[in-house]
């Protein structure tokens, strides 16, 4: 892949039904050159395919949080497999740092938060937590 292949990857992620001519205004090139580039990715599979991604009705309303633990390293496993339990818990992944884990929570308040943050700080083995209000999400590929 090379960048033109990108730049249309990218445009098809942001709107797949765009037409070829929209994607070729964007990249500076032909439309015919777009169209043969997307059907080699086809072809190589670098595309699988194409989907709609429907709104969770009930997700308008949610708060996010990120939090970020420093846990005991020996109890990594034990804390992550407590975090299942929390079904505010809807990512989270281990990174490298001061920080050990990186958790994005939802639910519908920011006092459910609150409790919920307090819970993650009083399990047996983090040492310390930082967490942060999702204002808005500007680029959301997933």
């Known amino acids: 892949m090379d960048t033109l292949d990108r730049k249309i990857i990218a445009a098809l992620s942001h709107n797949a039904r765009q037409s070829t001519t929209a994607i070729a205004a964007q990249c500076d090139v032909a439309r015919t050159t777009v169209h043969e580039r997307i059907t080699r990715m086809e072809a190589r599979g670098v595309i699988a395919g194409y989907s709609v991604v429907l709104r969770d009705p009930d997700e308008g309303g949610k708060v996010q949080v990120i939090v970020m633990l420093e846990v005991q390293q020996q109890e990594t496993t034990r804390i992550i497999k407590r975090l299942e339990a929390y079904p505010e818990v809807k ?16 639910a519908p308040r920011i006092e459910d938060l609150d409790v919920l943050v307090d819970e993650l700080a009083r399990i047996p083995g983090v040492q310390r937590t930082n967490t942060s209000v999702v204002f808005g999400r500007k680029i959301d590929r997933a």
């Open 91 to 106: 990512l989270c992944l281990s990174i490298n740092g001061e920080f050990d884990l990186l958790l994005s929570a939802e």
